[in-house]
């Protein structure tokens, strides 16, 4: 379409922006007429339909929220699902308005944690058809972290600590368990216990769903996805760490 590539926007020059050197804008690629179908669409199985309980860090009667399944490089990234299989534009108004009390209530419980200045709330929804919440805490000092690219930041990071992560996770469920529902992460035990062990029982409580992978960023939800039998998994990569990734 472009015989001239077009210019590089003005962001790529912002303080927040995570990379430097030359850029390039990537040719658009044409609209597809019918788009595939997201998790939980289609004949595609829903992944937070079908996770228990135990994958979660807080369950409630109507809502649950994970976490990655393992640290990452923001202070805590965590993802609040409606248990009824329901996109954001469906829901009734129970829902609606209990969305609204739930999304008050974990901003105010992340942003609590030491060190942690801001709690960027996100909606993409490009991967998934179940309803899902994100929300990335911004550590304290790191105005270079400040604004949109916040998600890719978590990926860039180097993770923070597993107790520092665990006990994160167990005082946010503690906070929601305040109001009701049950608190599922539980905070680190002592240290002396051999680190393997304390490696399992973090892969077994905080588990979230392998598919969706570490990483916030959906905007890697533009790459079409290929259904997951259809590959070995691939783990989650070296670098894969907060919301850079969701799908
Ligand atoms: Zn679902």
Redesign the pocket.
């Known amino acids: 379409m472009h015989d001239t590539p077009p210019l590089v926007p003005d962001f790529t020059s912002w303080p927040s922006f995570p990379f430097e050197g030359d850029f390039r804008v990537k040719h658009l690629e044409d609209p597809v007429p019918v788009e595939p179908p997201r998790?939980?669409e289609g004949s595609r199985e829903?992944?937070?339909?079908?996770a228990p309980d135990d994958a979660y860090i807080w369950v409630g009667e109507r809502w649950r929220v994970r976490a990655m399944d393992r640290p990452t490089g923001l202070p805590m990234v965590l993802i609040l699902?409606s248990r009824?299989?329901?996109d954001l534009g469906d829901l009734p108004n129970l829902l609606a308005a209990e969305l609204g009390v739930m999304t008050v209530r974990l901003e105010k419980a992340i942003r609590s944690l030491d060190g942690v200045a801001r709690v960027h709330v996100n909606r993409w929804g490009d991967g998934?058809?179940?309803?899902h919440l994100w929300f990335l805490a911004r550590p304290y000092g790191r105005l270079q972290l400040r604004g949109t690219f916040l998600s890719l930041w978590d990926s860039i990071l180097p993770p923070i600590s597993e107790q520092q992560w665990r006990e994160n996770l167990a005082m946010v469920a503690a906070w929601l368990a305040e109001f009701g529902g049950r608190p599922l992460a539980e905070p680190p035990r002592i240290l002396w216990q051999a680190p393997s062990s304390i490696g399992a029982q973090v892969s077994s409580s905080v588990a979230a769903s392998e598919e969706d992978g570490v990483g916030v960023i959906e905007a890697a939800e533009e790459i079409p996805e290929p259904e997951v039998d259809e590959i070995d998994q691939p783990e989650v990569g070296p670098s894969t760490g907060g919301p850079a990734g969701d799908r």
């Open positions: 998790k939980g829903c992944t937070a339909c079908a699902e009824s299989h329901l998934s058809a179940h309803l």
